[in-house]
C-alpha cells in the first residue's frame, strides 16, 4: 500500500463505503422516525461524530499499532463520502422525495379534483403504477418491501430518478472545479465550517488541549442531563433550545414580532465563533432590522398588501444578487478556464479535481440531458431553461456563502414560485407546472445542498496535499452506494413501518406544499404579481449596494451576504447564538489579539464537539431502543 499522506486509498474508498451505508440507514430512520433533524444544520452531526470515533482510534493505533493507522488523507476520503452520502439521504433530498413521488394519487378526493385537474400531466415514468395495493402498503405499512409486486413497481422510478440525482451530483462537480482555484488560491476564502474537520485530520496533537475538553465539557453534561430528564422526568430539565420570547408581546404593532425566539445552542455558538465579525453582527442586526420593519408595518397599518414586506422575494432576489457578486468577482478566472479549455495547454489544471475542458462539456452534457428528461416529461424548453438556471444560481450562492461563512441556508426560494411570480401562471400551462412540482423535492430547501458539501473537502484536500481528482471519484462512488442504500432503507421503512402509520415524522408536508401550490395555480390562474417583483428586485439592488459599500469604505460593518441569510428563514433559530458569538469573538480580539483568539480556538471546537458527540450517542440509544430521545437541535420547537 502506499502511504503517501496525499494518497487516496482503495483502502479509505471501502472504509467510506462500508461507513456511509450505516450512516444513511441512520440518518433516514432517526430523522424519519425520530425527528433527529441532524441534516438540517450547516455543518452534520453524524460525520463530525464518525471522524470524532476515527480520530481516537487513530490516536490508540499510533500507540500501539502506528503502521496500519489511517492516513489523513485516508480520513479525509471517508469524511467527504460521509458526508455527500448524508447529504444526500437528508431532509431536502431523499426524505422529501418518497414524501412527494405517490402523494396526489393517495390524498386524491373527489373534492379537490385533483386527478381531473392534473393526473393527466403526470409522467407514467416518475412513479409507481399506483394502484390501491401498492399505496395502501406505502402508507399503512405491515407490509414488506420484498415482494415481487413492489419490486417490480418501484424498479423503474427507482432507476429514473438515481440517474437524475447522479446528473445533478456531476453537475456540481463540474461547477466546483470551475471556480474552485479562484475561491480557494486566490481570494483565499476562509471555509469556516470546516475548521473543526480539519484540525482533526490535520492535526496530531488535536485532542491534546484542556480547554477542548473544557469546552467538550460544557454542551455534554448539559445534554447528559437533559437526556436523562427524558427518560426520567425526575431530573431537571435545562432550557438551551428555542425560546419564544415574542408571545410575551401581545399588543399591536409589537404583536406582529411574536414569534421571535431566542436560543442558546452550545454547537452554534462554537461555530459563529469561526465566522468574520462582519458577517456575525450584520446577520443578527439585520434580523432585528427584519422584526423592526414587521412592527412598523403592523403600526402604519399596511395590511392592503398581503406579505408585505414580502421577504421572501426580498431574500430570493438577494441570493440571486449573491450569485452575480460570486460570478463578478471570478469573472477574469472564469475567462482564464476557458481559454486553457479551448486550448491543449494543461499546466492550469494540474491540482483541479477535472480537466476544465471535461468540466465544461461535463455541465453542459448534464445540462442537455436534464433538458431532454425534462422535455419528455412535459416542459417546454424555455421553462426548462428558465427553472434549471434559477436552481443553479442559487446553487452557486450557497455555495459561495459557504465557502466564505459557512452559516444556515434554510431558505425557500423555489425556481417555480419566482417563475410564477414574474410571469404568472397561464404563460407555463399545466405540464410545465406539474412537472415543477415534482421537482419540489430538490430545490424545496438548500440547506442540506449537495453542491457545497462537495465544494468543502476540496479545500480540506488543498490544505493536507491530498490528490482531488481521486477524492471527487470517491465522492461519486459513494454517492451512487448512497442513492441505492438511500432508496432501499426509505421503501424498506415505508413498507414495514407504514408512512403514515409508525413514521412519525414522515416529510407529508412537503408534497402537500408542492400539490396545494399546483391546485392553486391551476385552478386560480394569477398574472404577473407586480409587488411581489418589485421587491425581489429591491432584494437584489440591495445586496449590490451593500457588496459596494462594503469595498468602497474599509470601516462598513455590514456584509452583504448578512442581508439575504437575515431575511430568510435560516437565522430564525440562530441569531441569538451569532450575538453571543460576535460578542464572545469581539471582547477576545480586542483584549487579547490574534494570540487570545488562537488559544481560545480549542475551546469553541469543544463547544461543538461536546454537542455533537453526545447528541449523536443519544440517538445510537434512540435508534436501538426504538424511542424518541432527547435532541441536540429540533427546527420548530423543543423536543424531549
Not at 77 to 103: C, E, K, P, R, W
Not at 404 to 420: K, R, S
Not at 564 to 578: E, G, H, M, N, Q
Request: charged share 10%.
Amino acid at each position: 500500500m502506499d502511504t503517501s499522506p496525499t494518497i487516496v486509498t482503495w483502502r479509505s474508498i471501502l472504509i467510506g463505503l462500508f461507513l456511509l451505508t450505516f450512516n444513511v440507514y441512520w440518518v433516514t430512520v432517526t430523522e424519519m422516525k425520530y425527528r433527529a433533524e441532524a441534516t438540517a444544520l450547516p455543518i452534520f452531526v453524524y460525520p463530525v461524530f464518525i471522524l470524532f470515533c476515527l480520530v481516537v482510534f487513530n490516536y490508540l493505533l499510533s500507540k500501539f499499532w502506528s503502521s496500519i493507522q489511517l492516513l489523513p488523507s485516508e480520513l479525509l476520503t471517508i469524511y467527504a463520502m460521509l458526508v455527500v452520502s448524508t447529504s444526500i439521504a437528508s431532509y431536502g433530498m431523499l426524505q422529501d422525495l418518497f414524501a412527494l413521488i405517490v402523494h396526489p394519487y393517495w390524498f386524491a378526493t373527489e373534492e379537490n379534483e385533483w386527478k381531473e385537474l392534473f393526473f393527466h400531466y403526470v409522467p407514467s415514468w416518475f412513479t409507481p403504477k399506483p394502484t390501491e395495493t401498492i399505496l395502501t402498503e406505502y402508507y399503512q405499512g405491515n407490509s414488506s418491501f420484498y415482494q415481487k409486486k413492489h419490486l417490480s413497481a418501484w424498479l423503474k422510478p427507482a432507476l429514473v430518478w438515481t440517474g437524475f440525482t447522479l446528473v445533478l451530483l456531476f453537475m456540481f462537480h463540474c461547477l466546483n472545479t470551475l471556480v474552485r482555484k479562484q475561491w480557494v488560491h486566490t481570494e483565499r476564502l476562509a471555509f469556516p465550517i470546516i475548521q473543526l474537520p480539519i484540525a482533526m485530520l490535520q492535526s496530531p496533537n488535536f485532542l491534546r488541549p484542556r480547554l477542548l475538553w473544557l469546552g467538550f465539557a460544557i454542551p455534554a453534561v448539559l445534554d447528559l442531563i437533559n437526556g436523562l430528564h427524558v427518560l426520567f422526568p425526575v431530573v431537571p430539565y435545562l432550557h438551551l433550545k428555542l425560546h419564544f420570547v415574542g408571545q410575551k408581546l401581545l399588543e399591536k404593532p409589537w404583536s406582529a414580532m411574536s414569534d421571535t425566539k431566542i436560543s442558546f445552542y452550545p454547537f452554534m455558538i462554537g461555530l459563529g465563533f469561526f465566522l468574520p465579525v462582519d458577517l456575525s453582527f450584520t446577520c443578527w442586526f439585520f434580523f432585528l432590522i427584519r422584526q423592526l420593519t414587521r412592527v412598523l408595518s403592523s403600526y402604519l397599518g399596511i395590511t392592503h398588501l398581503p406579505g408585505f414586506p414580502y421577504f421572501n422575494e426580498q431574500s430570493a432576489g438577494a441570493w440571486l444578487g449573491i450569485c452575480f457578486i460570486a460570478v463578478w468577482l471570478t469573472r477574469r478566472h472564469l475567462v482564464y478556464v476557458f481559454r486553457i479549455a479551448i486550448s491543449y495547454k494543461s499546466s492550469g489544471e494540474v491540482d483541479e479535481p477535472m480537466r476544465y475542458r471535461a468540466a465544461i462539456i461535463g455541465f453542459l452534457g448534464g445540462f442537455l440531458f436534464l433538458s431532454i428528461f425534462s422535455c419528455y416529461a412535459g416542459m417546454n424548453l424555455t421553462a426548462i431553461f428558465i427553472f434549471f438556471a434559477l436552481y443553479f444560481f442559487i446553487a452557486v450562492a450557497v455555495t459561495r456563502l459557504r465557502a466564505e461563512f459557512g452559516t444556515p441556508h434554510g431558505i425557500f426560494n423555489h425556481p417555480a414560485d419566482m417563475m410564477v411570480t414574474i410571469f404568472g401562471t397561464t404563460v407555463w400551462g399545466g405540464h410545465n407546472l406539474t412537472v415543477m412540482s415534482f421537482y419540489h423535492w430538490f430545490n424545496r430547501s438548500y440547506r442540506s445542498h449537495a453542491m457545497p458539501n462537495q465544494f468543502e473537502p476540496l479545500k480540506m484536500a488543498e490544505v493536507i496535499g491530498c490528490n482531488t481528482r481521486r477524492l471527487v471519484i470517491a465522492m461519486m462512488i459513494g454517492s451512487l452506494v448512497a442513492l441505492i442504500v438511500g432508496m432501499w432503507t426509505n421503501l424498506d421503512m415505508m413498507y414495514r413501518d407504514g408512512a403514515l402509520a409508525q413514521v412519525s415524522f414522515f416529510k407529508i408536508w412537503v408534497a402537500e406544499t408542492a400539490f396545494n401550490r399546483l391546485e392553486n395555480w391551476l385552478y386560480h390562474p394569477t398574472p404577473p404579481d407586480t409587488p411581489r417583483i418589485v421587491f425581489m428586485c429591491l432584494g437584489i439592488v440591495l445586496t449590490l449596494i451593500l457588496h459596494i459599500l462594503r469595498t468602497h469604505f474599509y470601516w462598513w460593518p455590514l456584509h452583504p451576504a448578512g442581508y439575504p441569510l437575515a431575511v430568510s428563514f435560516a437565522i430564525d433559530y440562530f441569531w441569538f447564538t451569532f450575538f453571543i458569538s460576535w460578542f464572545l469573538k469581539t471582547t477576545i480580539l480586542k483584549s487579547s489579539g490574534v494570540k487570545g483568539y488562537q488559544r481560545a480556538v480549542p475551546f469553541f471546537f469543544g463547544l461543538i464537539l461536546g454537542d455533537f458527540v453526545v447528541g449523536a450517542l443519544w440517538m445510537v440509544f434512540g435508534t436501538l431502543t426504538q424511542q424518541q430521545v432527547y435532541m441536540i437541535y429540533l427546527n420548530g420547537g423543543t423536543w424531549y
